[in-house]
């Protein structure tokens, strides 16, 4: 068959199902043939235009024709994808493109890097992660008040005119400051409205990070009902494939839902609410719930194997000792893995051995997680757990090498004696020293005090401490008593200062000192019968060098208290607290 459309003829020519137009309504083709098919599968007229299945009914499909002239009956059609696709890639960064990925801006035509599903299913609830980045929109109002995060999904409601696609193009511009790519999606508008936008972004500078997918009320209406699907195909892109943070923006979802209507009611679809199809919420929350924060930690172990709730019937039967082994330290190590993580989330403090636990667990992670096209000898998985668990420190693991070449080293092994040293060969080959480590090796020891490290230490060196204080003060009393018994009193120029005595406290705020007898007084002191146990110091506030006294009474207060002695030695004087 020569149609003149070379793409159509190679088609045909691979046996692509083929079918034949038998009537045709504005955009909608019924064709019979092009069996089998799926639902919005790609589908190429001789003309060159393209459309996309609608509906499958038992003798013949429905397609939305994407074109712009009309199709006539009796034209053969065939199927060209078995998806309806799009045009995607980040050189669409900074351009305003029609929805078939044509540019608009008189900027040249723009190279795709891949392909995309237009109607692409939304990520599952497992792989979805908690929202907490605030997204910068540049209005105080909103970022001060209500402020929005990344991977949130929000609608602005209000009347017509009221300012809702002003406060969407001021977020527009702000990401010029961000590290996001904004895409806005105009839906149906009137081309005054299309120029008004770009002009805003080109004249603050936000178009070189925005990509405008634009679909006008004059064209076809097939294109405003896939407009946002096609933007979000775009973004969903740049997000999975190039992991780059987006923002998405639909001006406005109610034109579409117009379209929708429209489309549903033409195809015979029964009407609902206001005549829109009973199928118009899913619409809507589906295309919504392609957004979204995914979990791309890689904490989801494939293949899925539970590694708390699996058991064997044989046991280690089949393990030799080294695999018993590295069996039991593995569970060991994944269980304070699990409970060292558990930890962290409340941010406390973690010991050495849960810090150790968390490095070693999410490596062994790293190892037990395959694709279905990787598989490991049992010496290559002996080799990649028996080096994880038993990482010398200072040393760096490159975990994707260690996978990368274990099985190469696990083929040197033909006898279990080899085991060792082609170990210690691997270990040369995936590891590195650590920076820190190597700072610290070449840095030169600096001398040390030696300082209690454990509490033991330390409560045994206070209670030394307190001891030798109750000996130097028992030592003190039975001093003063042996003096007071004897009845000797020193010289003035002999009397020791009290505040230069090892140990001597001066309660605050008063002066203490041994007072010195006047000579006139030459009356004998009789002996007494019996000291008294502790002798009673007088402690004068006025003490005068002539006054009689006695050896004063040490009491145990701060000892951050003593009075200053003047520089000439004499007493100090009273220092009223």
Not at 444 to 470: F, M, R
Request: proline share 6%.
């Amino acid at each position: 068959m020569n149609s003149g459309n070379q793409h159509f003829d190679q088609l045909v020519a691979a046996g692509k199902p083929v079918g034949e137009v038998i009537a045709v309504d504005k955009f909608l083709i019924q064709a019979n043939g092009l069996q089998p098919c799926t639902m919005h599968a790609l589908i190429m007229f001789e003309d060159g235009s393209k459309g996309f299945v609608h509906q499958i009914l038992p003798d013949h499909v429905v397609i939305l024709h994407l074109g712009s002239e009309p199709v006539r009956t009796g034209m053969v059609a065939v199927l060209q994808h078995e998806e309806l696709v799009c045009k995607v890639g980040k050189d669409f960064i900074g351009r305003v493109v029609s929805v078939t990925g044509d540019p608009l801006d008189g900027k040249g035509p723009i190279p795709a890097s891949d392909v995309w599903p237009v109607f692409n299913v939304a990520p599952s609830i497992y792989e979805r992660r908690l929202v907490e980045d605030q997204v910068e929109s540049g209005v105080t109002a909103i970022d001060a008040l209500f402020p929005m995060v990344r991977g949130q999904r929000m609608a602005l409601l209000g009347d017509s005119k009221s300012g809702k696609s002003t406060v969407v193009t001021q977020l527009a511009i702000n990401q010029k400051r961000t590290d996001q790519i904004l895409i806005y999606c105009l839906i149906a508008k009137r081309r005054s409205d299309v120029d008004m936008l770009l002009s805003r972004l080109e004249e603050n500078g936000g178009l070189d990070s925005a990509i405008v997918v634009v679909s006008t009320m004059f064209e076809s209406l097939i294109m405003s009902y896939i407009a946002p699907y096609v933007a979000c195909s775009i973004a969903e892109y740049l997000w999975q494939k190039c992991d780059q943070d987006v923002i998405i923006v639909y001006d406005d979802l109610t034109s579409h839902a117009h379209a929708y209507r429209e489309v549903a009611l033409l195809s015979g679809v029964s009407p609902g609410r206001d005549s829109y199809p009973g199928d118009m919420f899913y619409a809507h929350s589906s295309l919504l719930e392609r957004a979204g924060r995914l979990d791309r930690s890689g904490k989801c172990l494939r293949p899925a194997i539970s590694m708390g709730l699996s058991v064997t019937r044989a046991g280690g039967v089949g393990h030799n000792k080294r695999q018993k082994d590295l069996a039991a330290k593995t569970l060991k190590i994944l269980a304070d893995y699990r409970s060292a993580e558990e930890f962290s989330h409340f941010g406390s403090e973690l010991g050495p051995e849960a810090k150790h636990a968390l490095v070693v667990g999410e490596h062994i992670f790293e190892i037990l997680t395959q694709s279905p096209s990787d598989t490991f000898s049992l010496y290559a998985q002996q080799l990649m757990l028996d080096i994880v668990l038993h990482l010398e420190d200072g040393l760096v693991l490159d975990v994707n090498l260690l996978k990368i070449n274990s099985n190469d080293f696990g083929s040197k092994i033909t006898k279990d004696e080899e085991y060792d040293g082609v170990r210690d060969m691997l270990i040369k080959e995936v590891t590195k020293a650590s920076p820190t480590a190597v700072k610290k090796s070449d840095k030169p020891a600096e001398p040390t005090e030696s300082v209690p490290s454990t509490k033991a230490e330390i409560k045994q060196e206070k209670a030394a401490d307190k001891a030798q204080a109750k000996a130097d003060k028992k030592d003190r009393k039975d001093k003063a008593a042996e003096e007071f018994k004897n009845d000797t009193v020193p010289e003035p120029e002999a009397i020791e200062d009290p505040t230069n005595r090892p140990g001597t406290t001066i309660a605050a705020g008063a002066t203490t000192s041994a007072q010195v007898p006047n000579e006139a007084d030459s009356t004998p002191q009789p002996d007494p019968v019996s000291p008294p146990e502790t002798p009673q110091a007088e402690i004068h506030s006025d003490a005068s060098p002539t006054e009689a006294g006695v050896a004063p009474e040490h009491h145990d207060v701060d000892a951050f208290s003593l009075p200053e002695k003047p520089a000439n030695g004499e007493p100090a004087e009273e220092k009223i607290a």
